[in-house]
């Protein structure tokens, strides 16, 4: 694979190439984190409670991670996107 191709896989399924997605087409949304930490999918609702991390954008407000390791675990982080 060339440059190139390692650039428009890594946007489409790179953390931040997710991010720069959902915040220039949507006022809210989630990504999923894959087992990797890099990479993700975008996702229509939020995750059941336990299935692992994600990110939530909503317009207005930061960037939120949420370890979501267990039914009863609603800790977040504060991400800022350097886009």
Not at 2 to 14: C, M, S, Y
Not at 23 to 34: A, P, T
Not at 54 to 76: C, Q, T, V, W
Request: hydrophobic share 30%.
């Amino acid at each position: 694979m060339g440059i190139k191709e390692d650039r428009e896989e890594f946007n489409a399924t790179g953390i931040r190439g997710l991010l720069r997605q959902i915040m220039s087409r949507q006022d809210e949304g989630f990504i999923r984190e894959l087992p990797d930490g890099w990479r993700g999918e975008i996702i229509s609702e939020r995750p059941l409670a336990g299935s692992g991390p994600y990110l939530h954008f909503r317009r207005g407000y930061e960037i939120r991670r949420y370890s979501n390791a267990s039914r009863e675990d609603n800790s977040f982080t504060v991400c800022r996107a350097e886009l």
